[in-house]
Each structure stands twice: as C-alpha cells, then as structure tokens.
C-alpha cells in the first residue's frame, strides 16, 4: 500500500494523471462506434504488408495487435490509447525546466489530443515516434554514442512506417544544425534508418509508387482557392486549441532557444507549419497533417511560460470551457443525444445501416461504387465479405490493390451505389446513411488488378488529333482471369480537366486479346478544346463505370 501511495503522490500526482488519461481513453476507446477511417484501417490489419495505398504499415500492425485481444471496438484502438498516453508521458519527459500544474494547463487547452487520442488512425503513432526521435536526438547530442546512433536510426524509421511526413522533421532537424552533415554517426543512423525502412520503399517500388502518383500528381487541385489556405489556418487554431491553440503557437514561438535540441524543436515547429501552408496553394490540406509537431509545441510553450515568468491566467481560465467541451464531445461519441443533427454522422447507427444493408443481400458480398469507408465498415460490423469498386472518375484506395475480386468472380453480389450511376437498378434502400440504389448482380466480373502501363508518361498534340499509345499490360492477379462471354470486357480511356470529367471512351480492343500480348496499341483521340488534362486508360466490365487501370498520363492540347 505504501508503494501505491508513493507512486501516486510522487511528482506532484503525475502518475495519477497519466493513468486518468489511460483509463479515461480506454472507457472511450470501448464504447465509441468506429470512424470511417479506422474501419478503413481495420482492413489494413486483416491485408497485412509492407506497405498501403495510402500509409505505411504501422497503423495496420497496431490495430492487429490490439484487434487480436479484444475483437471489438475496443481491440482496435486498445495499442493506440496506449501509444497515445506514452506520448504525453515522453512529452513531459523532454521538459527541462518542469512545471506539473502548468503542463496540465497546457494539455487541458489541447481538446483535440484529448479527444483524437483514441482514433485508430496513423497520426497517433506518428506524435509518439515524432516525441520519442526528439528524445533520441537530444540524447544523441549530449553523448555521440554507438547506442543514441542507433536509437536515432531506429526512431526515424518507426517515424517513417507511421507517415511519411515524418521525414519533415528529420529535415528540419538538419537545417537547424548543419554541423550534422559533417557527423560520421549521424549518416550511420540514416543508413540504419534506410535499411530499417528498405521492405516499404521496396513495396513501394514493386507497385509502381502509388502512394507518390496519388499525393504528388492525382491529389492536386488543378487551380488554387483560397478556402484552402483559410481553412488550413483556422484548422490549426482549432487542432492546437479549440480555444487557447493561438496562444499556444504564440507562446512557441517567442521561445527563447537555449541549445541545438530547442532549436531543432523550433525549426521543426516553424517549418512543418510553413511547409503545409506554403502546400495549400496546390490543393488542400488536412488540419490534422502538422500533428506531429505536437511536442515541440508542448515544450517550447512551456519554456516559455517558466523563462519569461508571463501569467498563465489566460490557460487557467479557459480550461473549464474547453473541458465541458472536450466531456460534450466525449459524450457525443457514445451517444447520439442530438438526433436529426449530423454533426459525425459515420460515428453513430453504424450496426442499424449494415443489417438493413445485409438483410438486402441475404448472404451475398456487397460490393460499393466509389466508397473505401462503407465496405469497411460493412465487414466490421458485419462480418461478411464487401469491396469497394472505384471507378475512374473517382479516387483510389487500398481496394485497387487487393485481389479481393477474386473471391466474387462469377459470383452474384449485390452492388450499392448513389443514384444516377449510370448502372441498372433492382431496388433501393434508404438507411441512416442516406438512401441507394442496389443492383443484384448474377455473375460478376471486375479487374481493378489490370494495369496498363503506358510507354508515354507526357503527351502534347493538338485538339482531336489521334494519337497511338503503347501500353504494356500486366496481370497484378497472377492468374488467368475469367471473361463473362455475354458482356466481354474493353479497354478504354478518360480524361480529366480540373474538376470536369470527359465522357470516357471504350475501344474496340477486348481484355482478353489485350493480356495475351506483351504490348498492345491503343489510339486515343485528343479533347476538342485545348488545355491541360489528365489521361488514365480504363477497363469497361459489364454494365459497371470504367475502372482505374493505368497510371496518370499528363496531356497538353496546343490551340
């Protein structure tokens, strides 16, 4: 009992904080309903890989792990609250001059990391592995050891199988000391860093870097709007906050930096800041993408608070706004006391949509048009087999490179889709979700796995010009595919222009004829008006949309 009370009261009743904030995370984690990106996430961990269309692995390791123990809600997000809890705990930890009570202020202004900190989703791993390599690279400044090397090369690479944004802060790190560049054990830890995360850039390279074509090219705003700055800065206001978050980054700021590890912090602060502002000007920009700089926020706010001895009135009195609006929230997620008002709608009824849906199919898959969160969910809480077909005019997921349409060959499944999809209707449905249209397909066929790779990554020609396009086609199922005789599948193409979609175009050139060659030649006719557009060759199956079957070709049509 003496040891009980030792731990509790040591610190100033830190320990008793961090097991709140643990047990309090735990109690939420279980009886709050998936978001549409954790289930997304979920199927991550049941497609275990080096890599993901959209993330690296870390977020799917986790939710395994956890899922593994619990089979519920809970199991998904049990390692994410603990992550999420050793982050707070490390954050302290890398305070120097410390302050308990100030330090709970400076949380308790921070809604977002309170409620956030459970989601099943790839930023929270990231701010831990983000606190623990500031923990490294002080250490590795103090003492330039064998072992703070290595435990620098490990802690860029858990950053990097976390997110890619990451490497924003290694980058920042080394503009704030240049002397690095010049240390024989700073390029051992990158090495480290590079063999440690060699199997993803490999994975990477073996899929044809889709992660960099969707971020660097298909996700791209062809013209800028300033909303997208707007919203970026009023977005970091809230993340930081909801109510003291500019106060917090202002403090930050006006930190006096006393050594190279304060001045890394500072530089990754201001830089990761920059960095996606400066991105908003090519598209937008999720609030939630300069996460990880939580930390370096945290400790310089702090510093400043104790340095320069300025009043702490305005964290002191704003904290119990911001707790009655983080308990609102927290309270929200589990229950559903403002009915008809959808604030997250994906966040409750998850159960009542995915039994009306599934008493629809009776049994069969259920496969959605252009929707990587309802299939996602469907097989959470369902427990059967569903997959999302992404058609080329919409954005592609994880679920273009599964071979997941293997186990619906020739099979009847049940297609959902918004009304006005173009595809034949047997009934529809209306949920809490909204209402769709389904068709009951008797025997269906899809090939998302068929990649054509054009020889031409540019085109430039004038407007209706045919040009010829070699493409080199490959088979990801690595098998032979089955053809539906009665509707064979062609090849075609689409175009894009800013946020206009041409009508695409099916050939005269069967799938079929089209995999039993090394090479084939299609000839597309060039848009009428010039501009700028984005080409993608398609396969057309059946009464179903164009899929996504190439990558991004970038067409110039001169006047």
Not at 151 to 159: D, E, F, H, I
Not at 381 to 392: D, K, P, V
Request: aromatic share 16%; proline share 5%.
């Amino acid at each position: 009992m003496d040891a009980i009370t030792r731990f509790f009261t040591r610190s100033q009743y830190k320990n008793l904080f961090f097991l709140s904030w643990l047990l309090l995370g735990l109690f939420q984690a279980g009886f709050s309903e998936l978001w549409d990106d954790e289930a997304y996430y979920w199927v991550y961990s049941r497609h275990m890989d080096w890599g993901y269309f959209d993330h690296p692995p870390m977020i799917a390791l986790l939710i395994k792990t956890g899922y593994s123990i619990f089979h519920n809600e809970l199991g998904v997000r049990l390692l994410i609250v603990i992550v999420n809890t050793l982050t707070i705990w490390a954050t302290a930890k890398l305070i120097a001059s410390r302050d308990n009570i100030l330090f709970y202020l400076i949380i308790g202004a921070m809604g977002a990391m309170q409620i956030g900190g459970i989601l099943a989703v790839p930023d929270i791993p990231l701010i831990f592995f983000a606190a623990l390599y500031f923990w490294a690279y002080r250490n590795f400044l103090e003492k330039q050891s064998w072992r703070s090397t290595l435990l620098l090369g490990v802690s860029m690479a858990l950053m990097f199988y976390s997110k890619y944004h990451g490497i924003l802060l290694v980058a920042f790190t080394v503009l704030s000391n240049l002397n690095l560049l010049r240390v024989f054990k700073f390029y051992v830890a990158c090495i480290i860093t590079t063999v440690l995360f060699f199997p993803h850039i490999y994975w990477q390279y073996t899929h044809g870097f889709p992660s960099l074509q969707y971020h660097l090219i298909e996700r791209n705003a062809t013209s800028y709007d300033i909303t997208y700055t707007l919203d970026y800065l009023g977005g970091q206001l809230l993340l930081f906050g909801p109510l003291m978050g500019w106060l917090l980054l202002y403090y930050a700021f006006r930190c006096p930096v006393q050594n190279a590890f304060e001045r890394a912090l500072k530089f990754s602060l201001a830089g990761v800041l920059i960095f996606f502002l400066v991105s908003t000007f090519k598209g937008r920009v999720e609030a939630n993408w300069t996460v990880m700089v939580f930390a370096p926020t945290v400790i310089l706010a702090h510093h400043t608070i104790v340095r320069k001895g300025w009043s702490r009135k305005l964290l002191l009195y704003s904290l119990p706004v911001t707790l009655l609006l983080v308990v609102v929230t927290r309270v929200y997620m589990i229950w559903d006391f403002m009915p008809g008002v959808e604030v997250r709608p994906e966040i409750h009824h998850n159960k009542e949509w995915v039994s009306q849906v599934a008493a629809r199919a009776e049994g069969r898959p259920v496969v959605f048009l252009n929707s990587y969160q309802l299939p996602s969910k469907y097989m959470f809480y369902s427990g059967q087999l569903s997959y999302s077909l992404n058609s080329r005019y919409s954005r592609r997921s994880q679920y273009n490179f599964w071979n997941t349409e293997t186990q619906l060959w020739n099979k009847p499944v049940m297609l959902v889709f918004e009304p006005g999809a173009g595809i034949p209707i047997t009934d529809s449905i209306k949920t809490i979700r909204g209402t769709w249209d389904y068709h009951i397909e008797p025997d269906y066929h899809s090939y998302s796995l068929i990649q054509l790779k054009p020889a031409l990554q540019k085109i430039t020609a004038h407007p209706g010009e045919a040009v010829n396009v070699f493409l080199q086609p490959y088979n990801g199922y690595r098998q032979p595919i089955p053809i539906d005789r009665e509707r064979e599948a062609v090849l075609g193409y689409g175009f894009t222009q800013k946020d206009e979609y041409l009508q695409p175009v099916r050939s005269e050139m069967t799938l079929e004829r089209a995999v039993l060659r090394r090479l084939i030649n299609l000839q597309v006719i060039m848009p009428d008006k010039p501009g700028e557009y984005q080409l993608k060759f398609c396969i057309f199956a059946g009464d179903l949309p164009p899929t996504h079957n190439s990558p991004v070709v970038k067409v110039t049509v001169k006047k």
